[in-house]
């Protein structure tokens, strides 16, 4: 069993940055690698960004490819995602989640998920 804790969301105007952290713990963290996907209001699931094991080798959507970084501390059982230059359409629930393979784009590749924290741009 993993647990997964989102945090950092909240409200900001465009031109803004937030940092999202995700708190993991349960099992030996660096086995795994880590995603970021977002649910905005009415839409599916989309994949945001995945990090490697070691964090070496990261992946983007190309909606946040040169804004948005991926990022994790294995000493700290933490992932992060460093959001900068925030858009309205950015604004949904953001879900970390935990998976066995890298890369992986989609909803199926990933077997724990956070409960999401909500990122809300304002225009």
């Known amino acids: 069993q993993v647990h997964l804790v989102e945090s950092g969301g909240g409200l900001v105007q465009a031109g803004g940055s937030l940092r999202l952290s995700c708190a993991a713990s349960g099992r030996t963290f660096t086995n795994y690698a880590m995603g970021w996907f977002r649910r905005a209001p009415g839409k599916d699931r989309e994949f945001v960004a995945t990090i490697n094991w070691g964090g070496g080798n990261t992946a983007y959507a190309d909606s946040v490819k040169g804004r948005f970084t991926i990022s994790r501390d294995n000493a700290k059982n933490t992932v992060y995602l460093q959001m900068n230059n925030l858009k309205p359409e950015d604004t949904a629930v953001y879900y970390c989640?935990?998976?066995?393979?890298?890369?992986?784009?989609?909803?199926?590749?990933?077997?724990?998920w956070g409960q999401g924290t909500q990122v809300t741009v304002s225009s």
């Open positions: 989640a935990s998976g066995q393979t890298y890369p992986n784009r989609g909803t199926g590749g990933y077997d724990y």
